[in-house]
């Protein structure tokens, strides 16, 4: 809370910085001294300065320091205050100059050891500047100059460096030390470089200042307009990019405005400062008037806007001069050439300053040797001054707010002046070489709540910065009159860098929204290399009779520091914050400590209470006038507050368990309820009670905090309390606290309930805090149902007693909003057995004053039945069903299974979930335990069993079945029970319906797991309605099947092949495998699509139903009733399509080369994809030759990939009988009469494809199966001739090719006839997949031969020597 020096930023490189600058007199020194003694000097400084008092040093002989001395002293000697220095107000660019050369340093982050970024300047150029003979640099200035993106937040675009000389020239440079342009406008040196740009004005009477450059020659003032010089340094820095880019030198920098005034009447000038524009008040203007121009004076209308200029030095010390705004035109203000890229006007070529602006190259040498014409100055006379004779200022210095000025003197004296009133209102005296700077310090955000004018502007507050080199001691006084605020010891060398402007090109419109990020008071001390800033709170600027506050806020902090630390004696705490709260003046302030107090963890009841009712009984004393109505409002609450917890947890630790147990209720209408559940309760119990994981702070066992009870409940204005609603735990959190130890019945009930009604919370808040708990604590209350039953009963019953609860007026026949409160959260709970057994309890709790209200009214009995308990029968009836079907939910999968969450349901989010809501929950939880639909089906086979017989089976033998069996049993049960609950939403078909949509959703999400869409036309399948079947294939085809399926056909057209994994993953989204498989699946859902809409006209529409509880239901359709809004489908296109699924299938099941496409004409192609539901050109009549030879081709080899499938090496050939064909895959056994099926469709002949799969199975020895397909070949005669090749080849093997060839086979060979010996030997045995066949079947084939050819075929007689052969063979055997 007091002013501190914050190191913001650090010089690296400093010696590299001072070595550079004095190399010229390190040369000289180098000479003379021994080079290894100028190696081993050391920073002697410390010591030095520590025997001599540094002031004497310096008053003794400043000049007389040799550079020997500079030399031991390193880095530490003064060199730095024989440079120019100058800091950028956004603290990233310092220049360090002397003489002709000047040194550039940039800022950049860097991270420490530690890894927190820091801020340091390190030297980004070093070069010279002066361009003439003899010239030096005298001063410089750093001006950022504002972006004009828009995106632009307060950060400078660049920083140009401005550099005045010996010589009167002033040069303006890049970052980088480029010179952007230069100027002489006086031949004498330049003295001082200032600059003012945009401030905001803070008060709507503040003339709003214009941006200019201000340039000091002893004789001379120039003034140079903000904007112009902005356009122009931006356009010459364009130009120089320009330039650089095309390798040119010639710059020719745009003309600037500018005014030169002569200062007259004063002896002599150092420093100056340019206040800017201001206008007088009447009376001074004439004032002025009479003074100047005497009695008989003239005074104009409005008095004239003037220019302000202070300068120091001497005969007078301070002078005052004003210029009259449009005494004196701009000498060049054609701005509006600024980009001419030619000269064509004569004025510029006379009156320009500018170097370089040439017509071309040659000229520059005679420009360079004759110096440009400088303009002569508009005389300006000294209006005052300050007279003293004997002083002689030396710097001046400008306050923010343009109204004040500090001047230091050569007599040791810091002058504040008014510069308004032109008179000097304070002076210090003892600084010696003073440095100056200001500090304009907003009112925090915070601190204008306590201030009588927050609505005004927020306030500002002026302090004095000054720098006493020869003391090493840095000031802060605050203005005008202020004491001193701040001191700090810092060193003898350090500089004071004050700007006293911000970013140049700024105005009203572009700064809304910019963050400024400029430091106003910078120190640099060389020894270290650091930059600090003041940092200094605005309340120290308020006066003696308002420190009051800052004592406060100290007291403040000072008990905030108390509450932090964590090890500290409750008593300690406790007469600490007494006094510290009866300490602090301020009621803002006093409120806030003591809801510091109130929110504080540590602080123990006790010591809250005392120190409330202390402050509290002290404000009472105090006259009514004085004391803050809003804080004795707080204490007055806070102290009930506290008493009522005081009470509460008193009631519940000190309970009176005979006045517990007298107050129990009996439970006749509930028990029998109880029972009836009780199973399922049991169930639900076992379920919800499996381990999970929790934090011990969220247990809500753990007690409430004092602080946590006084942040929940607020006083109302008229003493009631309230309690706020705020995050479901801490609303839970409260609840356990008033109620939890009521529900278990180790506190009484009714005490509890009156000290609370006495508090006067309102029963509506108190029922909603019941129920929350009740709900929240679900386990614990179904450890032991009964007792806690009860206990709600009797909260229920003095709750609904309490004034307020249920109104008077309350007619039977209405609703009551107090039952229905407790009905609304029972239907919204997700905890469905706390619900019910809460519903169970109202419903009881409302009979019960229903009836007496209607005794009371004197009414007959019948009438008694209101509105009010029906809605509690349907309520309780909902919540029933919602309990067996959250039991089911809760069943978890056994291992393996698809998992996730179980599914969280409640009477709203069923209602919510519409009419298929119930069997998307069942349907959902079906998929989590991956029950098989055959599995599902006998499910539901056996509830309609039970539903027949009405008798519920007895279980028997439970200790013989295995546990998991048992588990599974228990499960099935279960969904028995909800499928009873439920036998509309549950009905079979809707089941399967949601089931099967489930299965396909999920198969979406993720295509690999090709089973789930297996499943899911499996679950469709077992759907008994047509139209709901319809409905459903034709809704899984348009939005998850068809995209995929278009993919896949597309993909092996490409390729004209099976694809590869890696194709089908990037194409389909799947592997090949699943893709096989999908294609399977899209065969199997369009023949269900075609039976379904073959079997739509015989059968009438299903008609949807809702169970009576459940009619309510709002929200989204079901699949079902989805299903049977779907249009029909056109039955050619839907076979068309099944067609190609089943191509696609045979060609990824044999992994075959083909272009699925290709196989139809131009018409197919263009049905295909189509919507189903669409009348399209369907191909029809004789297809083309070439077409139906290439689907024959296709066919064929589809067969002889079956056969070579099926030929199962593992499996003996000689086995008598061919085994079982799985149902699906490559050994399919329907893949035969699917290619017939094909074959018809596609209009190739039938018996062709029949002989040829006979030619191939007797090809690879499947002799048997075989001859069962030889019965149904027409052409018996073609398959004769096919056959007979085939049996030759065998024969051929065994007797020409065999390795094995035996004598007796020879001579076999030698007797038959030449005709078939010939014909033999041309035989070719390697077409045979399977050659060697056992001679029986080879012989039985020779006779189906001989069957099957006519005696008048030509190859009948070869056929008989064919099977004399055989027999010979047979008999050699």
């Avoid at 009995?861 to 029933?880: G, M, N, P």
Wanted: aromatic share 6%; proline share 5%; with cysteine.
């Amino acid at each position: 809370m007091s002013c501190s020096l914050l190191e913001f930023c650090r010089l690296q490189e400093l010696k590299t910085v001072r070595d550079y600058l004095f190399t010229s007199q390190r040369r000289e020194q180098a000479e003379e001294k021994n080079p290894t003694e100028n190696e081993l000097s050391w920073d002697t400084s410390d010591w030095e300065s520590s025997w001599d008092s540094g002031e004497n040093k310096e008053e003794q002989a400043p000049s007389s320091k040799t550079v020997e001395e500079e030399e031991t002293s390193g880095q530490s000697a003064p060199w730095l205050q024989d440079c120019v220095v100058s800091l950028s107000p956004c603290s990233d660019l310092l220049v360090v100059a002397r003489e002709k050369k000047a040194v550039f340093l940039s800022a950049k982050w860097r991270s420490d050891g530690s890894g927190k970024e820091e801020m340091t300047l390190s030297v980004s150029w070093t070069g010279t500047l002066s361009t003439d003979e003899g010239e030096c640099v005298s001063s410089s200035i750093c001006i950022p100059l504002a972006s004009q993106k828009r995106s632009s937040t307060g950060r400078p675009d660049w920083t140009c460096v401005v550099v005045g000389f010996t010589s009167g020239y002033v040069r303006f440079y890049t970052e980088s030390g480029v010179l952007l342009l230069a100027q002489l406008l006086h031949e004498d040196p330049v003295l001082r470089l200032k600059c003012r740009t945009y401030e905001i004005p803070r008060h709507p009477g503040v003339t709003e200042q214009h941006e200019e450059l201000s340039i000091l020659y002893p004789a001379a003032l120039v003034t140079i307009d903000g904007f112009s010089l902005f356009q122009s340094l931006r356009a010459c820095r364009n130009q120089v990019a320009r330039a650089a880019a095309a390798g040119s030198d010639v710059i020719q920098p745009p003309p600037l405005a500018y005014k030169k005034w002569g200062l007259q009447e004063m002896d002599t000038i150092v420093d100056h400062s340019s206040v800017g524009i201001m206008t007088l008040c009447v009376f001074d203007q004439m004032k002025n008037a009479s003074i100047l121009g005497g009695f008989n004076a003239s005074v104009k209308g409005s008095p004239p806007a003037m220019s302000q200029y202070v300068t120091v030095g001497g005969g007078p010390y301070t002078g005052f001069f004003y210029a009259v705004e449009g005494s004196s035109q701009p000498l060049l203000s054609h701005v509006a050439l600024a980009v001419a890229s030619k000269l064509t006007s004569a004025l510029f070529s006379a009156a320009s300053g500018w170097l370089g602006w040439n017509k071309n190259k040659n000229e520059e040498e005679t420009v360079q040797k004759q110096k440009p014409k400088v303009e002569p100055s508009t005389p300006l006379a000294i209006r005052f001054g300050l007279p003293d004779s004997r002083r002689h200022g030396e710097s001046i210095c400008l306050s923010p707010c343009n109204t004040l000025a500090g001047v230091t003197d050569d007599f040791g004296r810091v002058t504040l002046l008014d510069l308004s009133r032109g008179i000097a209102i304070r002076m210090w005296k003892g600084y010696r070489d003073a440095q100056l700077g200001w500090l304009q310090v907003p009112e925090e955000r915070g601190d204008r709540e306590f201030s009588p004018s927050a609505s005004l502007p927020r306030r500002h507050a002026l302090f004095l910065v000054i720098y006493a080199p020869r003391r090493g001691i840095l000031e802060v006084w605050s203005m005008q009159q202020g004491p001193r605020v701040g001191a700090f010891t810092v060193g003898k060398h350090c500089r004071l860098l004050y700007a006293g402007y911000r970013l140049m090109g700024v105005n009203s419109v572009t700064s809304q929204g910019w963050q400024l990020h400029t430091q106003q008071v910078c120190l640099l001390d060389p020894i270290t290399g650091a930059l600090r800033t003041v940092n200094i709170p605005f309340h120290l600027a308020l006066s003696d009779k308002k420190s009051e506050r800052a004592k406060d806020m100290h007291l403040l902090k000072r008990l905030t520091t108390i509450l932090k630390s964590r090890e500290v004696d409750p008593d300690i705490l406790e007469s600490e914050a007494k006094n510290v709260l009866l300490d602090i003046k301020h009621p803002a302030i006093k409120k806030q400590a003591l809801e510091s107090l109130l929110s504080n963890k540590n602080a123990p009841v006790s010591c809250l209470t005392n120190v409330t009712s202390a402050l509290y009984d002290t404000l009472k004393q105090q006259d009514q006038e004085d004391v803050d109505p809003g804080l004795l409002q707080l204490c007055s609450s806070q102290l009930k507050l506290l008493q009522l917890y005081t009470d509460i947890k008193n009631l519940h630790t000190a309970a009176d368990t005979e006045a517990c147990s007298k107050d129990q209720d009996s439970l006749d209408g509930i028990e029998d309820e109880l029972s009836r559940v009780g199973p399922t309760l049991q169930r639900y119990a076992q379920l919800t009670s499996r381990p999970s994981v929790s934090f011990a702070q969220d247990s809500p066992d753990s007690p409430l905090p004092a602080q946590a009870f006084l942040s929940q409940i607020e006083c109302t204005e008229d003493g009631e309390l309230r309690v706020i609603r705020g995050s479901e735990t801490e609303w839970n959190q409260l609840g356990n606290f008033l109620f939890w130890g009521c529900l278990c019945g180790k506190s009484p009930l009714h005490e509890v309930c009156d000290t609370l009604q006495q508090a006067g919370i309102s029963p509506q808040q108190l029922l909603s805090l019941l129920l929350s708990v009740w709900l929240q604590r679900e386990k614990e209350v179904l450890q032991k149902p009964e007792d806690t039953v009860r206990n709600l009963h009797t909260l229920l019953i003095a709750l609904s007693n309490m004034k307020g609860a249920v109104e008077e007026s309350w007619d039977t026949q209405s609703i009551s909003p107090w039952w229905q409160q407790v009905r609304c959260t029972c239907i919204q709970s997700h905890n469905a057995a706390a619900a019910l057994l809460a519903a169970f309890v109202a419903h009881r709790a409302a009979k019960a004053s229903i009836t007496s209200l209607a005794d009371s009214k004197l009414q007959s009995e019948w009438e008694a039945v209101s509105l009010e308990l029906e809605q509690w029968v349907v309520c309780v009836r909902q919540l029933e069903d919602v309990l067996v079907l959250q039991t089911l939910l809760l069943v978890p999968p056994p291992q393996g299974a698809a998992g996730g969450a179980a599914a969280q349901c409640s009477i709203k989010t069923l209602l919510e979930g519409g009419t298929g809501g119930i069997a998307d929950n069942v349907s959902k939880w079906v998929f989590r335990h991956s029950l098989p639909p055959e599995r599902l089906k006998e499910i539901l086979l056996k509830r309609e069993d039970k539903e027949e017989d009405d008798k519920p089976e007895q279980k028997a033998g439970d200790g013989v079945k295995e546990e998991s069996k048992e588990d599974t049993d228990r499960t099935a049960e279960l969904l028995v029970a909800v499928c009873q609950r439920f036998p509309h939403s549950l009905s079979p078909d809707l089941l399967f319906a949601h089931c099967c949509w489930e299965y396909v959703v999920q198969w979406n999400k993720d295509p690999e797991e090709g089973w789930y869409l297996c499943w899911a036309v499996e679950h469709l399948k077992l759907v008994s309605s047509p139209h709901i079947q319809l409905g459903i294939s034709t809704m899984m085809w348009s939005t998850f099947i068809v995209k995929r399926f278009s993919s896949a056909a597309y993909l092996m057209e490409k390729v004209g092949k099976a694809p590869k994994d890696r194709l089908c993953r990037r194409d389909v989204g799947m592997g090949d495998k699943a893709v096989t498989s999908f294609v399977g699946c899209c065969v199997q859902l369009l023949q269900i699509l075609m039976e379904a809409d073959s079997a739509v006209e015989e059968v009438p529409a299903p008609e949807l139903s809702v169970e009576e509880a459940w009619c309510g239901a709002e929200g989204p359709a079901s699949i079902a009733e989805l299903a049977l809004e779907q249009r029909g489908v056109h039955y050619p296109l839907v076979q068309h399509h099944c067609l190609l699924a089943s191509l696609l299938h045979a060609a990824m099941t044999f992994s075959m080369k083909v272009k699925p496409l290709s196989l139809f004409d131009s018409k197919g192609k263009n049905a295909f994809f189509r919507d189903l539901t669409t009348i399209q050109l369907m191909p029809s009549g004789d297809m083309d030759p070439g077409l139906v030879s290439l689907r024959q081709e296709f066919l064929l080899r589809v067969l002889t990939g079956w056969v070579q499938a099926i030929d199962d090496p593992s499996s003996s050939a000689s086995s008598s009988g061919s085994p079982p064909l799985p149902s699906s895959g490559p050994k399919a056994d329907w893949w035969p009469s699917l290619c017939q099926e094909l074959g018809t469709l596609l209009q190739v002949n039938p018996d062709i494809l029949k002989r040829h799969l006979v030619c191939e199975l007797y090809n690879q020895g499947l002799d048997l199966r075989a001859e069962e397909v030889m019965l149904e070949v027409e052409d018996k005669d073609v398959l004769g001739s096919q056959l007979l090749v085939l049996t030759g080849q065998r024969l051929s093997f065994s007797l020409l090719h065999s390795q094995s060839q035996t004598q007796a086979a020879m001579e076999l060979l030698a007797r038959l006839p030449p005709t078939l010996c010939t014909w033999l030997k041309a035989m070719d045995p390697s077409e045979l997949r399977c050659p060697l066949v056992p001679l029986p079947q080879t012989s039985r084939l020779v006779g189906r031969l001989i069957e099957i050819l006519p005696e008048n075929h030509a190859q009948y007689s070869l056929a008989l020597h064919l099977l004399e052969a055989v027999e010979a063979l047979t008999t050699e055997d």
